[in-house]
């Protein structure tokens, strides 16, 4: 045995004797429990420095051989490799793994161009014969859908099912606006904040059943908000009988969007599908012939839409399907660059707007936090500075001179104004070309933007050198009043 001094067996997790025999003392003899109790071996050797040192005290303080007290197990790599040969292949496109929507293959087919959105790889713009600039191809997507019908694949927006009898106020504590109130075949748009009042996400969830709902998530936040959900649900509200399961990959889901979406879908569908038996954010349990299926009658576009999903593993079907039906209204498919133009002309934030640094009142929704009950991040919502009036709204903005360019970062400035940070206003989130209006149009904050509506500023970009003169508008710059979603 050692000397009585201080004697060290595992030096990296700073393991001695004296720990090992403590662990005699408490009966965590099993090589096993001394390991966990002591953390001998745990460090980035795997044991093997200082599990044989350990195991021997271990045997002369239980009077066995070190073969019968028992050797721990190692995880691998049991021979030391190096870096190089663990990243080698992880390089350009294998650096990290790649998720195929439902209607890759026929996007493929098509010659589409693809983008990547998290890790899924979504169809961007599908050029024609004769398009020679990506510009072309996303214009006519958006107003071949405005005119007629679009159909796009929204597979990647997180899903989640939401059961239990506790469902509806497990909801209004997770979302800023109230759902228990919402009734059973009716979707709501949901504001979730997180614990300091800033947004976190925002969706859609609809009520199939008293007590099963189906919560939509950004594409990009569907890991996080499922666990966020989980963590309410175990952490904060473990009494709530609730229960929550990711089905993002479970359902290939499509929007069908425009003036004839309807008269699409009436083909596939085997129920009546009319404005009265389906009426704006309604949704149901379908069947296509026969298969099951969802429908939700929501929008993102600004037109009459719907989203229609099915099992997965009908996915590529459905779009083929959907294709055919619709021939002969002339439908598209539109990538997510005409889905960005549509939802920009139409004033709904997305990515840019969510960026973890606005609240619901700077994105135009502070009426959406309810103060008649309490959810995750209502209280600090209403924190000094979270209320200023004179805070940054979510504002349009178009160009003076239709054919200058606006660039997404731009920071607003008086005129006359030094472009130093004293003098910001607030700066551009979002940028298209609007095929409508045949000019740019961009989203964005600025400070008391509500009142600086049809007011001249300038959008200056130090880092791409441009200088343009804009007028501030509503975000809504087409279809306003929203009758065209509620045909």
Known sequence: MPGKGRAWIDQQNDVTVKDVKLAHQENYVSVEHLKRYTTLGMATDQGKTGN?????????????PIPETGTTIYRPPYTPVAMGALAGRSRGQEFKPKRLTPSHHWATEQGAVFVEVGQWLRAQWLPRDGETHWRESVDREVLATRASVGICDVTTLGKIDIQGTDACAFLDKAYANTFSTLAV??????????????????????????????????????????RHLEFLRQCLYPDMDVQLISTTEAWAQYSVAGPNARKLLAKL???????????????????????????????????????????????????????????????????????GVMRVEKGHVAGNEL???????????????????????????????????????????????????????????????????????????????????GHMISLGYLKGGDARRGQRLRAVNLLAKTEVEVEITSPHFFDPEGDRLRG
């Not at 044989?52 to 066995?64: D, I, K, N, Y």
């Not at 009042?197 to 925002?202: A, N, S």
């Open 52 to 64: 044989v040192l350990g195991l021997a005290v271990m045997a002369e303080l239980t009077g066995r």
């Open 185 to 226: 075949g009716k979707c709501r748009y949901g504001l979730m904040l997180r614990e300091d009042g800033m947004v976190f996400d925002d969706g859609t969830t609809a009520r199939l059943g008293e007590s099963e709902y189906v919560m939509t998530t950004t594409t990009a936040n569907a890991v996080g908000v499922f």
């Open 269 to 339: 569908v085997d129920q009546d599908i009319s404005d009265a038996a389906l009426p704006y954010m309604g949704c149901a349990e379908i069947t296509i012939g026969g298969l099951r299926a969802r429908i939700f009658r929501i929008s993102f576009s600004g037109e009459l839409a719907y989203e229609i999903a099915v099992p997965t593993r009908y996915g590529d079907a459905l779009i083929r399907a959907l294709m055919a039906a619709g021939a002969e209204y002339e439908a598209v498919v539109y990538g997510t660059e005409a889905l």
């Open 355 to 437: 960026n973890g640094q606005s609240s619901a009142l700077n994105m135009g929704l502070g009426k959406m936090v309810s103060k008649k009950k309490d959810s995750i991040g209502m209280a600090l919502s209403q924190r000094e500075g979270m209320v200023d009036v004179n805070g940054y709204r979510l504002i349009g903005v178009k160009p003076v001179n239709p054919a200058e360019k606006l660039t997404s970062g731009a920071h607003f400035l008086e005129k006359g104004a030094d472009a130093v940070a004293a003098s910001d206003l607030g700066w551009i989130t979002s940028t298209v070309h609007s095929p409508h209006l």
